[in-house]
């Protein structure tokens, strides 16, 4: 079982970027997928971006397309999310995910990801 922490969240004006980190402790980091997800106030919480244990291929939901990158140091046991041209519509909790795969080249569906971090807060002021 891994274990997530993450830490870059804060507040930042619209058009600014953040840089978000997840480490996990335990070894099967390297066997794992990972993903980011959020969940803004009244809403459920969202897939943002995941990426395959050997970061070869990674999945965006549609509305960050563009803007924010997901990437692993698996030296570091360490993934990333790269959040650029922030918007409000950006504001939530952002958690790190992780999903038990060693396939290269499969990014996991949401549903299939299973050990979560305990979030970090993201708020971008318009």
């Known amino acids: 079982q891994v274990q997530l922490v993450e830490s870059g969240g804060g507040l930042v004006q619209a058009g600014g970027s953040l840089r978000l980190s997840c480490v996990a402790s335990?070894?099967?980091?390297?066997?794992?997928?990972m993903g980011w997800f959020r969940q803004a106030p009244g809403k459920e919480r969202e897939f943002v971006a995941g990426i395959t244990w050997n970061g070869w291929n990674t999945r965006y939901v549609d509305s960050v397309k563009g803007r924010f990158t997901i990437s692993r140091d698996n030296a570091k046991n360490t993934v990333y999310l790269q959040m650029n041209s922030l918007t409000p519509e950006d504001t939530a909790v952002y958690y790190c995910?992780?999903?038990?795969?060693?396939?290269?080249?499969?990014?996991?569906?949401?549903?299939?990801?299973?050990?979560w971090g305990q979030g970090t807060q993201v708020t971008v002021a318009s």
């Open positions: 995910a992780a999903a038990q795969s060693t396939d290269g080249w499969y990014v996991p569906s949401p549903g299939q990801y299973n050990t």
């Open positions: 335990g070894r099967t980091f390297s066997a794992s997928a």
